[in-house]
Each structure stands twice: as C-alpha cells, then as structure tokens.
C-alpha cells in the first residue's frame, strides 16, 4: 500500500493570534476593573477579587497559548493510522479497526466499532489539506474501508 506522512510545525494563523489579543484585552479588562472597585468601594465585593484573580490569569494563559507551538503530524503506513494535530490529541489506529472514513470540510473522522476519531485539519495549510484528504481516500480504497465525502 505504501506509506504516507507529512510534518509541519510552528504554525502561525490569524485565528490563534486573534483568541490571544482578545483574550489579553479581557485580562486587562478584568484587571483594571477589579482595582476600580476595590478603590471605590469602602467594602470590596466578590466581585472585586474575583475580577482581580480572573483577570490576571487571562493575561497569562493568553501569554502562553500564543507561545504554544502548533504542529501536525499525519500519517499511516500499512498497518497503522497516527496522526497529532495539537499538544493534547493523538491519535492512533490500525486499519483493521477501521469500518469508515468521513471526509468533511476540515475533518476526517476515522470510525471504528467501538469509537470515532477526528483528526481536524483547521490550522494545516489548504494546500495541505487537499493532499491529505487525496491520500487518505487513496489508501482507504486500497484497504477497503467504506469512505464518504
């Protein structure tokens, strides 16, 4: 059947840099606005450290998701299907558990008897995403697993 595998990383996209401005403006937000009711107000409310805690947290998980390196690993070979396409999702499936394969817009799901899978494709590149998608309705015919598109 042959193999297949493509590796990228450090992806940058508009959207990650997006979630982390927005997020960093809402820290600062927070912030700014549990200090002002911790000065206005003689007895401070709830809300005043909650928006002092929350704040700052936003700031910081912000700081660290923007500096999270984005990086795809597909690929199979003639027994197994690996793909990871985020720091937490992995995934790993051999094509005898295999009964079908969804190709969607930006996913491929990967169903088996007792699970789906989804290896998303949304940060890759069009350009890649295109060969992916060729290359695995290439080999899920050559296995003869049930595709759909």
């Known amino acids: 059947m042959g193999k297949f595998s493509i590796n990228i990383d450090n992806i940058n996209s508009p959207k990650r840099k997006k979630y982390w401005i927005v997020n960093s403006v809402f820290g600062l937000v927070w912030t700014a606005n549990g200090i002002t ?3 206005r107000n003689s007895e401070p409310d709830f809300f005043s450290y909650f ?6 947290l936003l700031i910081i998980t912000s700081i ?7 990086s795809y690993h597909i690929s199979y070979d003639d027994d197994f ?3 990871r396409t985020s720091f937490f999702k992995k995934v790993e499936i051999q094509w005898k558990d295999i009964k079908k394969i ?3 817009n930006l996913v491929i799901e990967i169903i088996t008897s007792n699970k789906k899978e989804e290896i998303k ?3 890759l590149p069009y350009i890649y995403v295109k060969e992916v998608k060729s290359k695995f309705i ?5 296995k003869n697993v049930e595709i759909n598109e």
Do not use: Q, S, T
């Open 51 to 56: 928006y002092l805690i929350v704040g700052p």
């Open 81 to 83: 299907v690996k793909a």
């Open 121 to 123: 494709l949304d940060l």
């Open 37 to 39: 009711n911790l000065i």
């Open 102 to 104: 969804v190709i969607k």
């Open 138 to 142: 290439e080999a899920a015919k050559l």
């Open 64 to 70: 660290n998701l923007r500096n999270v390196e984005k």
